[in-house]
């Protein structure tokens, strides 16, 4: 089959299941599209300000927000980091579990007060990092401009390509698994950065 007619074939085919799987599959393929143009993306050469989203800014981001400050802070960069939820109350503390397990690890969360993720954050961020693909795809939503700075977390530590578990309404153990692979993707996240 000539190469022009093969792809006619993928494009009425893709349009066809497009039709057929209603607004639920053609939220899957879009993420999936999203998915295979942003994988391969560097870092933009120049980072002061990283931004990490989850849903609540409760869990995830606000631990994901203090380790690498402190990690950065430890090695003297100065890039400022913090952290929104899409779906958020402005101004609730961390979830009681997630303060717990900072502090174990010698960080704090005592301070933490949610945050919205508003238009100012976006555009002010040279990197917005993700803990879910369906965040991802919300915020590209709300934020058009935030297609070409937004990462997924775990993307930085293996090419596993899941999301990061909520552990909301998981116990000390949850959260803890949750802080392991939020530091170790942190590291490598690090590891990306030039500075």
């Given at each position: 089959?000539?190469?022009?007619?093969?792809?006619?074939?993928?494009?009425?085919?893709?349009?066809?299941?497009?039709?057929?799987?209603?607004?639920?599959?053609?939220?899957?393929?879009?993420?999936?599209?999203?998915?295979?143009?942003?994988?391969?993306?560097?870092?933009?050469e120049s980072i002061h300000r990283?931004?990490?989203?989850?849903?609540?800014?409760?869990?995830?981001?606000?631990?994901?927000?203090?380790?690498?400050?402190?990690?950065?802070?430890?090695?003297?960069?100065?890039?400022?980091?913090?952290?929104?939820?899409?779906?958020?109350?402005?101004?609730?503390?961390?979830?009681?579990?997630?303060?717990?397990?900072?502090?174990?690890?010698?960080?704090?969360?005592?301070?933490?007060?949610?945050?919205?993720?508003?238009?100012?954050?976006?555009?002010?961020?040279?990197?917005?990092?993700?803990?879910?693909?369906?965040?991802?795809?919300?915020?590209?939503?709300?934020?058009?401009?935030?297609?070409?700075?937004?990462?997924?977390?775990?993307?930085?530590?293996?090419?596993?390509?899941t999301d990061i578990e909520d552990?909301?309404?998981?116990?000390?153990?949850?959260?803890?698994?949750?802080?392991?692979?939020?530091?170790?993707?942190?590291?490598?996240?690090?590891?990306?950065?030039?500075?």
């Open positions: 089959m000539p190469v022009r007619s093969l792809s006619r074939t993928l494009r009425v085919f893709s349009a066809q299941c497009l039709t057929s799987l209603g607004t639920i599959g053609t939220r899957v393929l879009l993420l999936a599209r999203m998915h295979e143009r942003l994988v391969q993306r560097d870092l933009p990283v931004l990490f989203v989850c849903k609540g800014n409760v869990c995830r981001s606000p631990l994901a927000s203090v380790y690498l400050a402190a990690k950065l802070e430890g090695i003297g960069v100065r890039i400022s980091v913090q952290s929104a939820g899409l779906d958020t109350t402005p101004g609730k503390p961390a979830h009681h579990l997630a303060r717990t397990t900072a502090q174990r690890h010698g960080l704090s969360l005592e301070k933490h007060a949610t945050t919205l993720v508003t238009s100012a954050l976006v555009d002010q961020a040279d990197v917005i990092i993700v803990m879910e693909y369906q965040q991802q795809y919300q915020l590209v939503s709300r934020h058009p401009d935030a297609a070409r700075k937004a990462f997924h977390l775990r993307s930085f530590y293996d090419s596993n390509w552990p909301y309404s998981g116990d000390q153990e949850d959260f803890e698994a949750c802080y392991q692979i939020i530091t170790q993707a942190c590291d490598k996240l690090l590891d990306s950065i030039k500075y």
